[in-house]
């Protein structure tokens, strides 16, 4: 793999891409709560991403992959799929996107508790 040294340009599309991809966290996070499935969540971010950001979900076919998120639950190391599994009070959830714009790649995560988290859990 070669290593390309980005121009300002191109370092200032990388930048909004990352700031893109923090946005559908910080939008996701109140919905963040039991009761809710990650099947919810993954359709409340390919929304946000296609329809507000007017950007690409990467994650969506990539590989096979078939949604625009990863929930990773509790015991979930990463990269869980998105389902009708909901979330409930104490859970742990990662929610992993990556976002594209101008060609350029928006990837970061985020946890969340889901409700009160067990005393363990939130140190």
Known sequence: ????IKTP???DKMRAA???AASVLD???PFVRPGVSTEELDQRCYDFIVNDLKSVPANL???GFPKTICTSVNHVVCHGIPGEKHLKS????NIDVTVIRD???GDTSRMYFAGKPAVLASR
Do not use: A, S
């Open 1 to 4: 793999m070669q290593i390309t």
């Open 9 to 11: 340009g191109e370092q």
């Open 18 to 20: 990352g700031r893109l």
């Open 27 to 29: 939008m996701i996070e």
């Open 61 to 63: 076919n990539y590989r």
């Open 90 to 93: 104490g859970d742990i959830v």
């Open 103 to 105: 060609g350029f790649h």
